[in-house]
């Protein structure tokens, strides 16, 4: 079992900034790919952003490149999505991912646990 714990939402003006962090627990963090994922209301989830297992490898959605940034601390087993530059159209609630394997996916099949989600909200 792995628990995925999100926490850093909140409300935010556009063109402002948050920081979402992820506390992971239950499985050898160090050796899984992380990722974050997005569901707006009505809307599918669809992938953000992932880092490998060593923190040496990403990779973004075209809507995160160049604003976003995932990072991984293995000693705190946490990940964490500093998000810049944010847009009305980020307004989603944000999940944290762990894979099975050291390179994560752009699909959600590519996660086999999930936490729970914190709510993202930008005003315009």
């Known amino acids: 079992q792995v628990q995925l714990v999100e926490s850093g939402g909140g409300l935010v003006q556009a063109g402002g900034s948050l920081r979402l962090s992820c506390a992971a627990s239950?499985?050898?963090?160090?050796?899984?790919?992380m990722a974050w994922f997005r569901q707006a209301p009505g809307k599918e989830r669809e992938f953000v952003a992932t880092i490998s297992w060593n923190g040496g490898s990403q990779d973004y959605a075209d809507s995160a490149k160049g604003r976003f940034t995932i990072s991984r601390d293995n000693a705190k087993n946490t990940v964490s999505l500093q998000m810049n530059t944010l847009k009305p159209e980020d307004t989603a609630v944000y999940y944290c991912a762990a894979a099975p394997g050291a390179y994560g996916s752009l699909f959600l099949s590519g996660y086999d646990y999930w936490g729970q989600g914190t709510q993202v909200t930008v005003s315009s």
């Open positions: 239950g499985r050898t963090f160090s050796s899984s790919a």
